[in-house]
């Protein structure tokens, strides 16, 4: 099993950057695929972005395509979501959800989750 923390979200204005980080306990984080997802008030969660294991391949929504970046240090067991150029849009929770599996999008995929981070955008 793997816990998840999320850290680095805040209040921020259009135009700014803010990295968020997902922490991970356990010894074997190396071997979970990680996800960020985000949820907006009254909307579904939806997916951010994703990467595979070793961190060699990364996915994308389009809507963040060449804003945000997603990376990892296995040897901190922690995945970033380095987010730039925001935008109103982007306000919502964002969490970070892990599990054994190939590169998905599917939140339903993803055993593990952590409790969330508010990143508000203002405009």
């Known amino acids: 099993q793997v816990q998840l923390v999320e850290s680095g979200g805040g209040l921020v204005q259009a135009g700014g950057s803010l990295r968020l980080s997902c922490a991970a306990s356990?010894?074997?984080?190396?071997?979970?695929?990680v996800g960020w997802f985000r949820q907006a008030p009254g909307k579904e969660r939806e997916f951010v972005a994703a990467?595979?294991?070793?961190?060699?391949?990364?996915d994308y929504t389009d809507s963040v395509k060449g804003r945000f970046t997603i990376s990892r240090d296995n040897a901190k067991n922690t995945v970033y979501l380095q987010m730039n150029s925001l935008k109103p849009e982007d306000t919502a929770t964002y969490y970070c959800?892990?599990?054994?599996?190939?590169?998905?999008?599917?939140?339903?995929?993803?055993?593990?989750w952590g409790q969330g981070t508010q990143v508000t955008v203002s405009s």
């Open positions: 959800a892990a599990d054994r599996t190939i590169l998905v999008r599917a939140a339903r995929t993803y055993a593990y």
């Open positions: 356990g010894r074997t984080f190396s071997s979970y695929t």
């Open positions: 990467i595979t294991r070793s961190g060699g391949t990364t």
